[in-house]
Structure formats: structure tokens, C-alpha cells
């Protein structure tokens, strides 16, 4: 069963525009991750935020981490065709055992040119 | 260096068969994980091994399997195929648990008809 939850299921924006994703989770965690699929191809690792963490950047990638909503962001910033993509964040956490990464369901990102 | 190399790309089976996956992980990666990915379910943790050890098991049933072997390399089977376990079935490999990421392979699309 998936952990989180991510808003929106799916996101349509203009080349350059900023896509934000949000995704909540359930329970405790070691560190929260963001992937990108493409086209139900692997997933490619994008950020790691620790749970002493609040922000983190790479790139054009931002974020952010709120333990007491259990929730955290990832914002794409300038966005361009290429990152036309599923994104999913996904829980390494306290209490699901060793090594697990719990996902969420997923955004669906388009950036129309 | 290589990535996470997954053998064969795509696979069909008949109902009742069993099939047999491959992983290589990445040079120096101890750590191999497997994820289920459906669409009604997403994305699904199997097992985990680090240094021919299960660590870590996903809630399925005892037809799925995996082990590892002393050079990491990673195989899963799955027996008595059913409909159901049409899927992308993807490895992962860490150097330190999961602390820093996952690298993932391409996976495997298994398709039971």
C-alpha cells in the first residue's frame, strides 16, 4: 500500500513556468526522496532531504521538508520540455523496516512548449 | 561507471509458468532492492538483500522470491504466474542502505497472459 500522497495526480504548465508537487506521508521518517520516471522506465533519483532538514536545492530543483505536516514539496523551477516526466517522492522511515522506500502515487508533469 | 543493469527488458509469459529476473547492481553496491510497479498499485517494495541476506520483505505472497549472490547480483522469480503479476518490476541498488539514494535499473516488463 502507498504511504503518500501527492497533489496534484497531474500537472500541465508552459515551458518556463515554474511546476510545484506536494506530497504528504503517514509516519515517521529517516529521509524523504524525489524520483522521475519517464515513460515507465526507471526511476531516476533526483533529491534526499533528511528529517533535520527543511530545505534542500540542486539545480533547479528546490525541497522542502515540514515533519510536523508530515508533508514536504518539490518545486522545478524554469521548466523545460525534457522534464516531462512522473514524479514520485518516496519515505525511507523510521518504522517500515530497514531499507524500504515507501512511494507515493505520483504528478504526472507536462510542459507544453 | 555501469548502472544498474536488469535482464531481460521485457518478458511474456502463460498463466502457471514461473519466470526468473536479473539484477546487476552497480560496482561496489552491496544493497539490491525490487519494486513492483502497477497502475492500481504503484509502486511496491518486494525485498531487500544486502551481503546474501534478506533483510527487508514486502507484503507478497510466498510465490515471489529473491536471493543474492556473493558478487551482489540479485535475482527474483515469481511462480505460478497469475494475471496479476503483470507489471514493471525494477531493482535497486545503494552503497549505504538507501542513506544517500537509490540508483535503479530500467526494469523488467513482465506481461502474463
Known amino acids: 500500500s502507498q504511504q503518500g500522497e501527492e497533489d496534484p495526480q497531474a500537472l500541465s504548465i508552459q515551458e518556463g513556468e515554474n511546476a510545484t508537487m506536494n506530497c504528504s506521508y503517514k509516519t515517521s521518517i529517516n529521509n524523504l526522496q524525489w524520483y522521475r520516471q519517464n515513460s515507465g522506465r526507471g526511476l531516476v533519483h533526483l533529491i534526499l532531504i533528511r528529517s533535520n532538514e527543511r530545505e534542500k536545492h540542486s539545480g533547479r530543483l528546490r525541497v522542502t521538508l515540514d515533519t510536523s505536516k508530515k508533508s514536504s514539496s518539490l518545486l522545478i523551477t524554469a521548466s523545460r520540455a525534457a522534464d516531462t516526466a512522473s514524479y514520485f517522492c518516496a519515505t525511507d522511515g523510521l518504522d517500515q523496516g530497514a531499507q524500504k522506500l515507501v512511494f507515493g502515487q505520483g504528478t504526472r508533469l507536462t510542459i507544453n512548449p | 561507471k555501469a548502472g544498474v543493469t536488469q535482464t531481460p527488458r521485457y518478458l511474456i509469459k502463460t498463466r502457471g509458468q514461473q519466470v526468473t529476473l536479473s539484477c546487476s547492481p552497480i560496482?561496489?553496491?552491496?544493497?539490491v532492492s525490487w519494486y513492483q510497479q502497477t497502475p492500481g498499485q504503484g509502486l511496491q517494495f518486494l525485498f531487500e538483500y544486502f551481503s546474501e541476506t534478506q533483510r527487508n520483505k514486502g507484503n507478497f505472497p510466498g510465490r515471489f522470491s529473491g536471493r543474492q549472490f556473493s558478487n551482489s547480483r540479485s535475482e527474483m522469480n515469481v511462480s505460478t504466474l497469475e494475471l496479476g503479476d503483470s507489471a514493471l518490476y525494477l531493482c535497486?541498488?545503494?552503497?549505504?542502505?538507501?542513506?544517500?539514494?537509490?540508483?535503479f535499473g530500467s526494469g523488467t516488463r513482465l506481461t502474463v497472459v
Open positions: 535497486a541498488s545503494s552503497l549505504m542502505a538507501g542513506l544517500n539514494g537509490y540508483t
Open positions: 560496482s561496489g553496491h552491496r544493497s
